[in-house]
């Protein structure tokens, strides 16, 4: 069945780079993505990825995909405070069809040290 | 800017209770879905609907129901509050395009707690 599993819980100093891990099942997979969710807010898109690419790169924001693996990992660079927040990858399965639905992990804490 | 918004930030009820979670877009979105949101477990999926009156279970049914009257208004109903299901229940709403990203949109959420 369709999984998508993130660790718990990041702890990085400022200025430091993140990398949030996500391993997921469905190999049919068309996009995948990375939500952020700021304290007592709803979910916001930060970027997505497309099945076929590799590697995407928005600011600070970097995407690596491993299809054969089914990895997904987001990298934040020079990290801030304001980076803090819950992390939820998701994949929208080649069998969601026309209706999107997303496969969401269970989210990853980022804690980020002054 | 698409917005979507959820008619109460936090609610208080009690167990066997009658509930109404109500969802409005402003972007003419056909899809839209129920999330309830807890610690460890992520978000999974209670309910979506792909156009006005239908809907589809998603993950976690049992104990809710749904209504979509109008596209843009989207209810989440818990017959009989239980305590279990005190949690933040997040609403999302998102175009049919078939084969783009179509980017899903939350709403703040609502925490719910049934004592």
């Known amino acids: 069945g369709e999984d998508v599993e993130q660790s718990l819980f990041l702890s990085v100093r400022e200025g430091d780079s993140s990398v949030i891990n996500c391993t997921y099942t469905?190999?049919?997979?068309?996009?995948l993505y990375w939500y952020k969710q700021e304290p007592g807010a709803g979910l916001q898109l930060l970027t997505y990825i497309f099945s076929n690419m590799d590697m995407k790169q928005d600011q600070r924001l970097t995407v690596l995909l491993n299809k054969k693996d089914k990895h997904l990992s987001l990298r934040i660079a020079d990290t801030q405070t304001g980076d803090s927040a819950i992390y939820f990858c998701a994949e929208k399965p080649a069998a969601g069809g026309a209706t999107n639905k997303l496969i969401f992990g269970t989210g990853t804490l980022l804690a980020v040290q002054p | 800017d698409v917005k979507v918004t959820q008619s109460s930030r936090y609610l208080v009820k009690r167990t066997g209770e009658k509930v109404f979670l109500e969802c409005v877009q402003d972007m003419d979105h056909e899809n839209m879905f129920w999330y309830r949101q807890d610690p460890g477990l992520g978000l999974r999926l209670i309910y979506f609907s792909y156009d006005v009156k239908m809907k589809e279970k998603g993950d976690i049914p049992e104990g809710y129901s749904v209504s979509r009257e109008k596209k843009e208004r989207f209810s989440l109903i818990l017959e009989s509050a239980s305590t279990n299901q005190t949690s933040m229940y997040l609403c999302?709403?998102?175009?049919?395009?078939?084969?783009?990203?179509?980017?899903?949109?939350f709403g703040p959420g609502t925490r719910l707690t049934v004592l």
């Open positions: 469905d190999s049919s997979s068309t996009y």
């Open positions: 999302a709403s998102s175009l049919t395009s078939g084969g783009a990203p179509d980017t899903q949109y």
